[in-house]
């Protein structure tokens, strides 16, 4: 059960829908905990959405929710797909945008990370 700011979960979202396979992605990492895959209209040079397996509507629900394995297990995957894709130098930012404040479009839990150029202040405007 979401604890703020959301509906409960709706699997019918975009990426519920990528994680049953029913639409596709452009994959760059999977295990247990997470997949990664390109975003559709990056921002950046590297633009990678990394979303949890199980059905968390944000990070508010995530966090309270999910279990110390899910929760470990994900943040580890986040570490590995930056280092593996070679961000760690020069640098990268990961985003997490929770509730309608922060303009969250899909209702999946899902880190942003970004990379590939200098990317300025952290909240433009
Ligand atoms: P947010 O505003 O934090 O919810 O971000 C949602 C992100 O999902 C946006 O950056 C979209 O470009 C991205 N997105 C939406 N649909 C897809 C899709 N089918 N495949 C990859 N990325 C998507």
């Excluded at 590297?46 to 943040?75: Q, R, W």
């Excluded at 922060?102 to 209702?107: D, I, K, L, R, T």
Aim: with cysteine; proline share 10%.
């Amino acid at each position: 059960m979401p604890v703020s700011g959301l509906p409960p979960y709706d699997d019918t979202n975009i990426f519920a829908r990528i994680l049953r396979g029913e639409i596709p992605c452009k994959k760059v990492y999977e295990d247990d905990f997470a997949l990664a895959f390109h975003d559709i209209a990056p921002q950046a040079p590297t633009h990678v959405l990394v979303i949890p397996k199980g059905p968390y509507c944000s990070f508010a629900d995530f966090s309270a929710c999910a279990s110390d394995n899910e929760i470990g297990g994900f943040i580890r995957a986040v570490g590995v797909i930056a280092k593996d894709l070679g961000l760690e130098a020069p640098g990268y930012r990961l985003l997490a945008n929770m509730g309608e404040h922060s303009g969250q479009e899909v209702p999946h839990f899902h880190v942003h990370l970004f990379a590939g150029r200098p990317l300025g202040r952290m909240i433009p405007g």
